[in-house]
C-alpha cells in the first residue's frame, strides 16, 4: 500500500469524527463563525477551528482533520513572520486550538494576489472575464487569460461579511472616505500585507509552489499595534499552485494542479450555480481526497509530518477536556 493510500485510509476512518459543532456550556462568552468557534473571556479569546467546509459564503462539509490542519499551518506561519507582523497568539492548549490577544478587529479583510484567477463573486477572475477591467479600482490590461500572471501584486480590500453574508468589494479610497480606516491605518494595512505576502511567497517557492494569493485580517492590540489575527497562510485562506506544472496547464488552459480548497470549488462550480442553486452532496471520496490535499500542503510547507492521533478518543471530547482549565476563568 503506497504513502497516499495509508494516508486515505486514515482519514476514511474518520469522516465520521469530525469537529462541526464547539460549543461547551462551561465556556463563558460563546460566539461563532463560518469556520472558527470562539469564546470571549476577559483577557483572552479561544478560537477553536472546526472540521466544518465553508466556501461560497455557505457551509457546505465537514473535512477530517481541517481544523487541525489549518491551526497547524497557521502556526508555522505565524511563527515564520513573527519578525515581519506581531501576531495574536498567546499559546496552543489543542491542535485545534489557539488562544489568543483579544484585538480591536479591522472592518475590512485585505486579499493580496499574483494572479488573475478565482471563483467566487469576489474573486478578480470573475470580475476580469464580464469586461471589468478595473476591479477594486486597479487597471488590468486587456487580453489576459485564467490563471495568468498579474503584471504585479496588487491588494483587494473587502468589508467582512458574516455567516451567510457576502464579503464586499471595496477600493482603497472608499475605505477611506467612509472612514472605516484612516489613510495612516491603510498605508499601515498595506505595507504589512506585502511584507507578509513576500515572505509566505519565498518559502512557498523554496517547497516548489506558488502562493497564488491570500487573505489577511488584522487588528489592534490595546497598545495600538498592528497585529495579524485569525490564520495566515492555510489552504484556507491561500491559493497554492504545483510550481513544476503550472506552465504546463495554463498553455493548456488547464486548471493548475493545486492543494487549497479551490479543488472544492471547482468541484462545486462544475455542477451548479452556487450562488443560485442548490449545492448538491459532496461523496465521501471527494471529502478524503480533499482533506489529503491539505495534509500534504502542510507537510511540504513545513517539512514536518502531520501529527494523527490514535488514542481513538473523539476529537470533540479532546478538544473539551484541553479547555477544561478554562472553565473557571
Known sequence: MTDREVLHKMIRARLHDVLVDAEFPELPGFGRGKVRDYYDLPNCRIMITTDRQSAFDQVLAAVPFKGQVLTSA??????????????????YPDPNVVVAKKLHMLPVEVVVRDYLTGSTS????SMYRIGNRHPYGIALPEGMKKNEKLPETILTPTTKGLMGEHDVPITPDEIVRK??????QWQDVEKASLALFTRG???AAKQGLILVDTKYEFGYD????LTIADEIHTPDSSRYWVENTYEMHLKAGREPDSLDKEFLRLWIASRCDPYKEA????????????SARYIALFEKISGKDFEISHSGEPVRERVRRNLKRFVAT
Not at 472612514?179 to 495612516?184: D, K, P, R, S
Open 74 to 91: 497557521a502556526r508555522f506561519w505565524f511563527e515564520a513572520t513573527a519578525d515581519l507582523v506581531p501576531n495574536h497568539v498567546i499559546e
Open 122 to 125: 469576489t474573486s478578480i477572475w
Open 179 to 184: 472612514g472605516l480606516l484612516t489613510a495612516a
Open 201 to 203: 511567497r519565498e518559502i
Open 222 to 225: 490595546d497598545n495600538g499595534v
Open 279 to 290: 449545492i448538491p452532496e459532496i461523496p465521501d471520496e471527494t471529502l478524503v481526497d480533499f
